[in-house]
């Protein structure tokens, strides 16, 4: 199994601006995700985060505005850029174990005014 | 295309009886399923999956689930709900490398 940490937990931020989420894997792992959650709906796969190439972005999604790095095998970062109150949601990320076994952080709920 | 289809958006029971939670699949070959659980403000929790072989699992928290091909389901099931299981339950499917989630269930207990 993995062992995700995430932070900020939650926070509150103003329209424009940018944050940035940190993702912590207490072990390597192959593939890191990371989703967002809007209020009362399932998750919708933002981009897998590569370690040492570009992340792959899903439909909808684009570099400029989630950035996402990946420096090593156990840390991600997302920033979500020029903030909106439509990017209010809960930021999970995720990673993949060799056993095919996908494990969540906690979340970072994101609050935009 | 892969897909994941949960019919029921909100179930509710009492605390002591028994829980099913539907769960339907779309894919070609034999699907790699997976279900979690979500409790409020809470990340997914991984309750158990299934690869291959036996086609009834075991799972977390008292939780089993069987995978029949033949209607595409994996159906979650527990005997006794206990109120702690109130939270919102989604069913995953692994492709080629990322998950499909259904729309997720919210169950409610009642004392």
């Known amino acids: 199994s993995a062992v995700i940490s995430q932070k900020p937990s939650r926070d509150i931020c103003q329209r424009g601006t940018s944050l940035t989420i940190q993702c912590q894997v207490d072990s390597q792992v192959t593939m890191m995700f990371w989703y967002r959650q809007q209020p009362g709906q399932s998750l919708t796969l933002i981009a897998t985060a590569n370690q040492g190439s570009e992340a792959t972005y899903e439909s909808g999604f684009v570099i400029d505005k989630f950035p996402i790095s990946r420096p090593n095998l156990t840390f991600s970062t997302l920033t979500v850029s020029n903030m909106s109150p439509e990017d209010s949601s809960i930021y999970l990320c995720?990673?993949?174990?060799?056993?095919?076994?996908?494990?969540f952080g906690p979340g970072t709920r994101l609050t935009v005014l | 295309a892969q897909s994941v289809t949960q019919p029921d958006i909100h179930i509710t029971v009492s605390e002591g009886a028994s829980l099913e939670l539907r769960c339907n699949y779309s894919?070609?070959?034999?699907?790699?399923l997976f279900w979690y659980v979500q409790s409020p403000g809470q990340g997914l929790q991984l309750l158990l999956k299934y690869f291959s072989g036996d086609t009834l699992v075991q799972g977390i928290k008292g939780f089993e689930a069987e995978f029949k091909r033949s209607q595409s389901s994996f159906n979650l099931r527990k005997p006794s709900v206990h109120w702690s299981d109130a939270a919102e339950y989604f069913c995953a499917t692994s492709g080629t490398y990322k998950y499909i989630f259904g729309t997720g269930t919210r169950l409610k207990v009642l004392a």
């Open positions: 894919y070609g070959a034999t699907p790699y």
């Open positions: 995720s990673a993949r174990t060799g056993q095919d076994e996908q494990f």
